[in-house]
Every structure is written in structure tokens, then in C-alpha cells.
């Protein structure tokens, strides 16, 4: 059995604190934020047996084997830190930070420590996500040219929320563009090349976003994602052989179209249950089980590889978190 602790009371620590309940071998047993009352609402509403008010006294609970921190990114490091330097195992809400330099620290600290340590991007562990990385694999579509994804939200948003605060790593990039930008590398890797460009808004963080990625094997990244328009958040994947459409929501697809070429369509459909947060859940129990201190699905490498594109985009498009 593993036993749990949840670090912060929000809508997506309510998400996993959901999906925990479809996992085997899992209990939630506790759960802490800065506001007692908060913890205490959330533990109730989802059978946690204990409620702290700080960070560290849900660090501290010996019965506690793993910790999900959700609170919103700008927060992730000192939680995370927390955690890791009393022991317990992390399962950070992505991005990992708002930087590149803080994430690398985090790393650096659970590996000193031998503290297990896994970016929560759920989309690396969704079965359908998996299952084209399987099929690509296997030379579905042949060798891949082109990702194209995007991400909008439609907005509007108030001045002073987190999506506009530059203090709180806000705007479209961290929150929405680094799906876009995981499923990329996911399937090509680190670019040799990269642009972009961004409309900012008056608190200087991104509105609406433009990325493109070139390889040097020829391949092309078509990204975006924004806060000005609710767009289609499909993905689409070509080969040289045929293609795969992956519908809204790209990172959490329902179903799969494959495109071979000469042949039907062929739709591969997912199993509906949960919300698609148990899998990294599962992810977490595995690794533990076996003694790993990160996991071979999302690695350290992995995540770090992605906050170093997620920098690079920023300093392009002229971001600055304060």
C-alpha cells in the first residue's frame, strides 16, 4: 500500500485526489495547505484521515509515502523542496518550475538525497498517447515530418489572475504551450532549431503564441497556444506513410485516428474511466515498488529537456517571470 499525501486544495488536486480512488494499493492519508480550514474541507470531502496547515507538517508525517504537489507553479519549488528534504517522494505538477536553473536544483537535490522525484505530465503516461507511440514505432506512418498541436483557451482574464500575473509564471507558455511542446518531444526529440514569437499582454506575459521546431532530419513543429480564443486543442502527426489525428483534447485523447497510406481510417477508442490522472499514479507506485528513484517514462533528463525549451522560447518571445 502507498500511502499519500496531497499538497494544496485545488481543482487539480481535487482531479487526482479522484482519481487516487481507481488505483490499486493507493490511500490518501493526508493533505496539506496553508489555510487549516482548507485542508480540512478537502480531507473530508475526500476521506483523508489527517489535515495539516503548513507544507511542512505534511512533510513531516511519517505515514506519508509520496507526495502530490499542486499547487500553482510559481509554488512548485519551495513544495517540492520541502518534501524532498524530508524525505518523501514527489510527484510535481508540471511545469516543474518556472525556469530551467530552480529545476535543475530540484533534481539535483532528490538524487543527493535518493529521493524519488517525477514530473506529473500526465500526458507522457496516457494509455492512447502510448499506444501511438507504440504504432510510430512499429512504422505506422513511417518516418515522422511533422507535428502540428495547439492549446487555446478562450478567456477573458481578470488582471489580477495567476494567467496574467508575470510573479505567478502566468500566461499561455508554462500553463498551455508546454503541451504542444511535450508531445514534440516526445516524438522528435530536442530540435536544432527553434522560433517564435508571441503577442504579450500589458503585465508582459503571453497572450498568443507561435513556436516552430526544425530538425536537422528535416522534421518541422508546428505549436501554439493562448489565452485570446478557444481553439481546436487537436494534434495531428505526419509520416512519410500516413498520419495520426489525435482529437480534442490532444493531450488526454478520447480516441485516435490512424491514416495508413492505401487504407480506411482506422479510430482506436480509449477506456473513458477517470479523469486520466491515475496513471501517473500507478507510474509513482511502480517506480517505489522497484526502488527507483525517477521513472523511465518521464525522467529527469525528459523534464529538464523540456524546461530548457520552455527557457528558450521565453527569452525569444521576451517573458520575464518577476
Known sequence: MTRWGILATGHIASRFAEDLRLVPDAELVAVGSRAVESARRFADTYGAKRAYGSWVELAADPE??????????????????????????????????????????????????????????????????LRVVELIADGAIGAVTGVRADFGVAGPFAPEHRMRNAALGGGALLDLGIYPISLAHLLLGVPQHIRSWAQLGPEGTDENTGI????????????????????????SITGTTGRIDLPEPF????????????????????????????????????????????????????????????????????????
Request: aromatic letters at 6%; one cysteine or more; proline letters at 4%.
Open 212 to 235: 516552430l521546431f526544425g530538425y536537422d532530419t528535416g522534421a518541422l513543429a508546428t505549436l501554439s497556444c493562448g489565452m485570446v480564443g478557444l481553439s481546436g486543442q487537436t494534434a
Open 251 to 322: 493531450f488526454r485523447p478520447g480516441s485516435v485516428t490512424l491514416h495508413r497510406a492505401g487504407a480506411e481510417p482506422e479510430t482506436l477508442v480509449a477506456d473513458g474511466a477517470g479523469n486520466g490522472y491515475q496513471y501517473e499514479a500507478i507510474e509513482v507506485q511502480r517506480c517505489l515498488a522497484a526502488g527507483l528513484t525517477e521513472s523511465p517514462a518521464v525522467s529527469h533528463a525528459t523534464t529538464l529537456e523540456v524546461m530548457a525549451l520552455l527557457d528558450m522560447v521565453r527569452e525569444q518571445i521576451g517573458v520575464r517571470y518577476v
Open 64 to 129: 506519508v509515502d509520496a507526495i502530490y504537489v499542486a499547487t500553482p507553479h510559481s509554488a512548485h519549488y519551495e513544495a517540492a523542496m520541502t518534501c524532498l528534504t524530508a524525505g518523501r517522494a514527489v510527484l510535481l505538477e508540471k511545469p516543474f518550475t518556472l525556469d530551467l536553473a530552480t529545476s535543475t536544483e530540484l533534481v539535483e537535490t532528490a538524487r543527493a538525497a535518493g529521493v524519488f522525484l517525477m514530473e506529473a505530465m500526465w500526458m507522457r503516461l496516457n494509455p492512447m498517447i
